[in-house]
């Protein structure tokens, strides 16, 4: 279930759009005394920076994530609401 979101999180970046992370990076190059730095997430990849496959991953993992955290609350919901009724 939470995989059409992933698939989302990943063509996001890929067409030009940003998730949390692409934007925290854009918001840190704005301040320049900001200690906020998304560079060792890029040197896993191999890129110098926050660079076009580390925001692909980590949009990835965001879309991952949120689809996962939207059936949980759902599943959570339906078990509270049948156990009132």
């Not at 992370?21 to 896993?44: N, Q």
Request: aromatic residues 4%.
């Amino acid at each position: 279930p939470a995989r059409p979101p992933a698939a989302a999180g990943l063509i996001i970046p890929l067409l030009g759009g940003r998730l949390m992370g692409g934007s925290l990076d854009l918001l840190a190059g704005r301040f320049p005394s900001s200690r906020l730095s998304l560079d060792p997430i890029g040197a896993v990849f191999g890129e110098t920076g926050f660079g076009p496959v580390s925001q692909v991953v980590t949009g990835g993992i965001e879309g991952l994530l949120f689809g996962g955290c939207v059936v949980g609350a759902m599943t959570l919901a339906r078990r509270l609401t049948t156990s009132r009724g």
